[in-house]
């Protein structure tokens, strides 16, 4: 059985012990920098690390250069109620998710007060793509020149979405993802289901491997067979299946689009493995055969063509397009490509 959720500052760190070397190594030699900025993919264990450090900096107890995990500072921390660790995130009750300039304006108030007990003062934003242009300009003085014992933790995936005037300011600590076998026993001693097909579904991202073992794994098996019915009926049936995919609210269609989007990918690369001749485990076992039969329909330049359609199909829902229109073209060319042979949904 998979272990409950746990919050980021409880969550074991897998594959980024050479950041955290690097980091404890700073409060050991107490050359801590006063803005760093954590990038990588998502789900790689950013905000873990974060966490991690501010209680590193801030333990009672430590081990070495380790939090304890367990003294009072640490717990706090973990549970998000320490006054001296500030995450800052966008609002999620609006419309467009920014971090906003009044946001900024309440981060320099606070660090403008004395710190209530921590060593050290640490300011997260999460992700820090989010800041708007004004509450950039309003934080930049202070991520050059933040109070004493205080720092800025800036995480972003999207690194390349901060504006130059941030990412010269601040200190860049590259995480990377994880490797598959280290990923792969970290989910075992975990007592996760399925832990190798988890560990390759999830490439590289422990927090996605989590998720899928805290019940996405289920979910995308079901997507996966009722993109794969829609498929086998013809043009009525992906014009139902596309708009009820795309259907808003929002946070509803970015679910089950992702889902949707996760699930062909899944298949296409199992496709792109058989077709290559792989035989080891596929990453949806359940439906080897309509692999081997999309590996046949698509060939190599097809299923090169459909990936590439696929990350289209993502760039654009970003752009805003509307996702039952992406779905009807991504999936409406998928089943002209594969022909009546390779739509075919079962065995
Ligand atoms: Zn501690």
Redesign the pocket.
């Known amino acids: 059985m998979p272990e409950p959720a746990v919050s980021p500052g409880h969550a074991d760190i897998v594959g980024q012990e050479e950041v955290c070397e690097r980091l404890w190594g700073a409060l050991e030699v107490e050359r801590v920098h006063h803005c760093y900025l954590f990038e990588g993919p998502e789900g790689v264990g950013k905000a873990t690390v974060a966490l991690r450090f501010a209680?590193a900096a801030?333990?009672?107890?430590?081990s070495g250069p380790r939090?304890?995990?367990?003294?009072?500072?640490?717990?706090l921390i973990a549970a998000g109620r320490h006054p001296d660790v500030i995450r800052v995130c966008p609002d999620r009750e609006k419309t467009t998710e920014v971090i906003t300039v009044e946001q900024a304006r309440e981060v320099i108030r606070v660090l403008a007060l004395h710190r209530h007990s921590a060593r050290r003062r640490f300011v997260l934003v999460d992700p820090a793509d989010l800041l708007r242009v004004e509450a950039t300009n309003a934080l930049l003085k202070t991520f050059e020149e933040p109070p004493p014992f205080t720092t800025f933790l800036l995480i972003t995936n999207r690194a390349g979405a901060l504006l130059p005037t941030v990412l010269s300011r601040s200190f860049r600590v590259r995480f990377r993802t994880v490797g598959l076998p280290a990923l792969e026993e970290w989910l075992s001693r975990r007592g996760v289901d399925e832990p190798s097909r988890v560990a390759r579904l999830a490439f590289g991202s422990p927090g996605h491997a989590l998720g899928l073992a805290e019940g996405r794994l289920e979910e995308l098996d079901q997507a996966c067979s009722d993109l794969l019915l829609a498929l086998s009926g013809g043009t009525m049936s992906i014009l139902a299946y596309a708009e009820k995919v795309g259907a808003s609210p929002r946070t509803t269609w970015e679910k089950r689009m992702g889902l949707a989007l996760d699930t062909l990918e899944m298949l296409l690369r199992d496709a792109g493995a058989i077709h290559a001749g792989w035989q080891g485990p596929l990453l949806a076992p359940a439906n080897a055969e309509v692999a081997r039969r999309w590996a046949r329909s698509l060939g190599a330049g097809g299923l090169d063509g459909m990936d590439r359609a696929l990350h289209e199909a993502r760039a654009r829902l970003q752009l805003n397009v509307s996702p039952r229109t992406v779905a009807e073209a991504l999936l409406t060319r998928l089943a002209v490509e594969l022909g009546p042979e390779g739509r075919k949904a079962g065995t």
């Open positions: 209680m801030n333990c009672e107890s430590p939090p304890c995990t367990r003294c009072g500072p640490c717990q």
